[in-house]
């Protein structure tokens, strides 16, 4: 039987096809209209030939919450060693319809959106068990083990990469354990997403990074 998941972690990014956003401008909007919690920003000016994928702006919170721009993307990360509740989980997607808001005040496209799902379990030679998950012929000497899966999937209309990753690993940087992460990303080159196909994909994307998903890819129910 694969194991029962704990989420420790939900990050959405968003893809910018063409606008600027002002670094110290976000942060303000962010401290004002989202409920991250308290946090001092880290501000990188830009300079000639910086390139776009260098963050520009990063925000860490004392409630778990991470947000970085650069001119290529923009992250909202929740990332919780101790597990994700309900609650932190409306709090994430709460925040992150409160990004949308406040990005809506910049004159900024979209060209891609992904959300992505991490997850572990405690246990003891977490290896092992994936090697008997998936039809693993030699254990002897074994250590570590990691699995991953791509597929081709449509999503609220948009095509997408859909992502499945299983490890054995280190949790909180002590304990062993099953480290998995669930992911789906949109495929560049479908033209401008608006706000409301990037809601949709988002709410979709979400109901199909389950820990069930994670057991049905290992072949484990």
Do not use: W
Request: aromatic share 10%; charged share 20%.
């Amino acid at each position: 039987m694969f194991p029962n998941l704990t989420t420790f972690a939900f990050q959405v990014a968003i893809y910018i096809n063409s606008g600027k956003i002002m670094a110290d401008e976000l942060s303000v909007a962010c401290r004002k209209k989202m409920k991250m919690g308290s946090f001092t920003p880290t501000l990188l000016p830009d300079f000639p030939g910086m390139p776009d994928e260098i963050p520009r702006l990063q925000i860490q919170t004392e409630a778990g919450f991470q947000l970085t721009m650069s001119p290529a993307r923009i992250d909202l990360t929740l990332d919780l060693a101790f597990g994700i509740e309900n609650s932190d989980e409306n709090l994430f997607f709460e925040n992150f319809y409160l990004l949308l808001d406040v990005l809506d005040d910049f004159p900024v496209e979209y060209s891609r959106v992904g959300i992505l799902r991490r997850f572990y379990h405690v246990m003891n030679n977490p290896e092992l068990l994936l090697l008997k998950c998936f039809n693993g012929a030699r254990s002897e000497g074994l250590s570590d083990f990691t699995v991953n899966g791509v597929y081709d999937a449509n999503v609220s209309g948009l095509n997408c990469k859909d992502v499945y990753s299983v490890s054995s690993g280190v949790i909180r940087g002590a304990e062993p354990g099953l480290v998995a992460l669930r992911d789906l990303n949109v495929n560049p080159g479908q033209g401008i997403i608006n706000r409301v196909k990037v809601i949709n994909f988002v709410q979709s994307a979400n109901a199909l990074l389950t820990d069930e998903s994670i057991a049905e890819f290992a072949g484990a129910r």
